[in-house]
């Protein structure tokens, strides 16, 4: 059968415009998509604002606010954690176990950006494993003096505290209950390999090198690290950010990139720390009280419920509880401060503060 030259020109053109039109309208789209979606980069979080929280007079030791967030097309929690200051294990946590990668678009989420402080001396670094969260605790500043011995009143030496998540060790490679001292200060360390890591590698991969480079994108130490009096335990960065909030290295504490550069600078060799195993925290604030529940990451205890009851008879708490509230708050897990003193909640706790996904946050 013979086709009209002119006839099959046309149906050639036809198919070629079809194929150019499927090509401008996927263009569009992924132009659209990259519209909405969030620009999350390192050169950002490089950039992200350094916050310290006063430390509360008294016998408070609640820290920060509640904050909220809508989740936009191209946010993952490991994103949203990051620029917050946070790790996605908290803010699935606190929502409900929400998916970590493809976190529902459009939900207004709560950013668990409120802490109870750990019970232990407000000193130097104080690490607690249940929540995978270090305190920092500076020493006071010294006030400025004026000539003749006048103390300066636009100086003060009000006590403040930094605190970031952290990434934890493995259950067979457990970061220990201790106390510590910061022995030395390394920028771009290298890493050698402890001859158990280094023969696990070694199984695991087939092959294994015996030391790191400092600088390595290799390197898991990242690029600065605090040596502890520990053995073979540090404080230090990483090469993958994704890690902190999870239970993935032999024993060391992991920080974001940007954290780790902030800490390694304001911390000096000295500095006093500890570990401590805290999965239940309770707090006051302006006299009300709150209870904050991890989960038990190591296993220690027999049920979270055993302890919270127990601490409440270590504290003396036993008429400033509502047991229900208390058992509600231990099932829950959701590691954020949680009113359970008997009657409803004074409004001045407020709600959470909605946080602009285009002020403090990269525009779309």
Not at 7 to 27: G, T
Not at 65 to 88: H, P, Q
Not at 111 to 132: D, F, K, Q, R, S
Not at 216 to 233: F, I, K, Q, T, V
Request: charged share 20%; with cysteine; aromatic share 10%.
């Amino acid at each position: 059968m013979l086709i009209h030259p002119t006839l099959d020109r046309m149906k050639a053109d036809s198919r070629n415009a079809s194929r150019w039109l499927i090509r401008l309208l996927l263009i569009v789209m992924l132009i659209a998509v990259a519209g909405v979606a969030q620009a999350w980069d390192e050169a950002m979080f490089a950039k992200r604002p350094l916050s310290a929280f006063p430390v509360p007079p008294g016998r408070d030791t609640v820290v920060g606010e509640l904050m909220s967030y809508r989740i936009r097309k191209g946010d993952t929690l490991l994103d949203i954690g990051r620029w917050y200051g946070l790790s996605a294990k908290e803010i699935s946590d606190a929502n409900n176990h929400i998916d970590w990668w493809a976190p529902p678009v459009g939900q207004e989420i709560i950013l668990p950006t409120e802490h109870i402080l750990p019970e232990a001396p407000h000193v130097g670094l104080v690490l607690n494993i249940p929540e995978m969260r270090i305190y920092y605790f500076p020493p006071p500043s010294i006030p400025r003096r004026r000539k003749h011995g006048v103390t300066s009143a636009s100086y003060s030496n009000t006590r403040v505290v930094y605190t970031f998540p952290v990434g934890l060790g493995r259950f067979d490679w457990k970061t220990p209950v201790s106390v510590f001292k910061v022995t030395a200060k390394t920028h771009n360390p290298s890493w050698v390999l402890p001859e158990d890591i280094y023969q696990e590698h070694l199984e695991r991969d087939g092959e294994a090198d015996h030391v790191i480079p400092g600088g390595d994108p290799d390197n898991p130490l990242g690029h600065y690290r605090l040596s502890l009096s520990l053995p073979e335990y540090a404080i230090h960065g990483t090469n993958v950010p994704w890690g902190v909030g999870m239970t993935v290295s032999h024993g060391c504490v992991r920080l974001y990139p940007e954290d780790i550069d902030r800490l390694f600078h304001i911390v000096k060799v000295g500095t006093p720390g500890r570990f401590v195993y805290q999965p239940i925290k309770f707090g006051w604030r302006d006299n009300q009280l709150y209870v904050e529940v991890h989960d038990d990451l190591y296993g220690r205890y027999p049920g979270l419920w055993n302890l919270a009851l127990h601490e409440v008879q270590r504290r003396g708490l036993q008429d400033d509880v509502d047991a229900h509230k208390l058992e509600k708050a231990v099932e829950a897990k959701t590691g954020i401060p949680t009113y359970v003193m008997p009657g409803d909640e004074p409004d001045t706790a407020g709600a959470p503060s909605t946080v602009s996904n285009t002020g403090s946050t990269p525009a779309s």
